[in-house]
């Protein structure tokens, strides 16, 4: 499964925008830091290298510490969850999902509940259900207190007052962890009440529709986020390869998260005990840049990198030892990100992984891992992209331009290019055809997968107004924890491409226009704004990090 086998380390399914492909970005194009000369950087990296393995020879491979992992939130497309600790948590009152089902995972009995609500609505994704294997780690010391189980602290009240005047508990409520913890308890109480409340005023953006499982209790979530989220960014490493990534490239998302949460003065905390998330802040993208010998099909440069840098902040700080990782997070664009997380076995099985390439397939987990856009920022901003005509004026039933880059796109080309005027589906635009202009005239956009399952096009699609038609297998579009994509996309699975015409057309126009409309109104939740803006897509990858952690119990054995 290596992912260079057959695929470019320059990039996968580039925009069609961009030409197809995109290859390697030129040096300019990584504007989020600047730096003069490939030597100059070469003078940081190879001592940045030794260090790191000096570190690693001298660095402990064990751990005293445990976490509770057993409250992942139910994924899009997964009705299963497993868990990396061998402890049992609290009540099934406590795990918590903005979907309509949430399961349930007994590590004793190894049996799966499923509870289902009055309103669950079925979402049946083309990607497959997830089997997860079960993380293995060193032997642990379990650290017990006084004989009993570790529980979150609770607000005091007549039912749990005889749990309070347990020493053992109260002695835990007041560690600075065991506070947290217990802030995240009220916050989970709060979102899940959210559920069947009344809406919560906001003066900017109130959440409403089927675009949402729940509105109330994504909204209830949001503003619980803004009032307590708080991320530590692992300050070790210098750029290119840390604190740095692409601003305007296909994969500007990397370096545009970094930046603006390290810039960030509402999430982002200097104080390590105050955090709920730690940020491993390295670009996968600079890596396979400057680590990786290009057609070498050697990833160990790579790994042994990152490896590195594990090791550097599990020896300085205790956090990623205490949790093995539950509460540590990366994010990843590249093709190349599911790969990189192979370098420690925690950051794979553990850790909160933020990716484009969200493929179940490749091993991506929607009940820990994080599905975020891939987003073709060319000029580095949306100036221009947003927006289109109103869905009489899109004459064109569905639309596609772009290279033949995987397994995919091959077989749409064979059945439909320049096959069917309702169908514009091009390897190559005519010449003095504007690509975006090809969007906003039409109803429908194809968004096939490339060498990888994301597609910059759902974007495109989305800011230009054109109802998303996506084309994969075993794709987790991102933020389906929140939104309800059946509501305003289409997704098709590749054995269905012969059937694509009758499928389109088969919506009614009443439809349609629904989905047209949802469309916009969910463009907020993918638009790139520098300063960032509330639920825009910056506060909507953070969200999803917040849900991965608000479902993930930590404690330690003071």
Request: one cysteine or more; aromatic letters at 10%.
């Amino acid at each position: 499964m290596m992912a260079y086998s057959n695929k470019k380390p320059g990039g996968g399914g580039g925009g069609a925008a961009a030409g197809g492909s995109t290859g390697s970005s030129s040096t300019g194009s990584y504007a989020c830091w600047s730096y003069t000369s490939y030597s100059a950087i070469l003078v940081l990296v190879v001592p940045l290298v030794v260090v790191f393995g000096l570190i690693s020879l001298l660095s402990p491979n064990s751990s005293n510490w445990v976490f509770i992992s057993n409250y992942y939130l139910t994924g899009p497309s997964s009705n299963t969850s497993t868990t990396n600790s061998s402890e049992i948590g609290a009540s099934h009152d406590d795990v918590l999902g903005l979907r309509s089902t949430v399961v349930v995972m007994d590590m004793h009995s190894s049996t799966i509940e499923e509870v289902h609500s009055d309103d669950y609505v079925q979402n049946r994704s083309a990607s497959p259900p997830l089997a997860v294997e079960e993380a293995t780690p060193p032997p642990l010391q379990q650290p017990i207190i006084n004989g009993t189980k570790d529980e979150d602290p609770m607000p005091m009240n007549e039912t749990h007052a005889s749990v309070m005047n347990n020493p053992a508990t109260r002695q835990k409520e007041y560690t600075s962890l065991g506070r947290l913890e217990g802030r995240l308890r009220r916050a989970r109480v709060a979102i899940r009440d959210a559920r069947f409340g009344n809406k919560t005023h906001d003066a900017d953006y109130i959440p409403n529709g089927p675009m949402y499982w729940n509105a109330n209790a994504f909204h209830r979530s949001y503003l619980e986020m803004e009032k307590r989220f708080k991320v530590f960014v692992y300050e070790e490493g210098e750029p290119p390869l840390f604190h740095n990534g692409p601003c305007k490239s296909i994969y500007s998302m990397e370096g545009n998260f970094i930046h603006e949460i390290e810039v960030n003065k509402q999430f982002r905390t200097r104080n390590p005990e105050e955090a709920h998330v730690y940020f491993l802040p390295y670009s996968v993208t600079m890596l396979v840049r400057f680590v990786y010998v290009r057609d070498s099909h050697d990833f160990s440069p790579i790994r042994q990198t990152v490896r590195d840098y594990v090791n550097i902040i599990s020896t300085k700080y205790p956090y990623w030892n205490r949790s093995l990782a539950a509460d540590h997070f990366t994010l990843a664009c590249h093709d190349w990100g599911p790969e990189t997380s192979n370098s420690d076995p925690y950051l794979r099985k553990n850790s909160i992984r933020g990716l484009c390439n969200a493929n179940t397939s490749e091993g991506f987990n929607p009940s820990k891992d994080v599905s975020f856009p891939e987003i073709n920022l060319q000029t580095g901003d949306t100036h221009g992209f947003l927006g289109g005509p109103s869905p009489r004026l899109r004459s064109i039933l569905a639309f596609f331009a772009g290279g033949v880059h995987g397994p995919i796109r091959p077989i749409l080309l064979e059945h439909w290019e320049n096959k069917d005027e309702d169908l514009r589906v091009h390897q190559y635009l005519p010449k003095g055809v504007n690509y975006y202009d090809m969007m906003r005239k039409s109803k429908f956009c194809l968004c096939p997968s490339g060498y990888e399952v994301a597609s910059p096009r759902v974007v495109e699609a989305i800011y230009t107004g054109c109802v998303p038609v996506l084309i994969s297998d075993h794709y987790v579009p991102p933020f389906g924890d929140v939104l309800n994509w059946k509501s305003f996309s289409v997704e098709v699975s590749v054995s269905d491409i012969p059937n694509l015409k009758n499928i389109l057309t088969s919506i009614s126009t009443r439809q349609y226009l629904r989905m047209q409309r949802r469309v916009i109104q969910v463009r907020r939740h993918f638009e790139f704004n520098s300063p960032p803006k509330r639920f825009d897509v910056f506060h909507m990858i953070l969200h999803s990090i917040w849900l991965r952690r608000l479902n993930v119990r930590v404690h330690d054995d003071e």
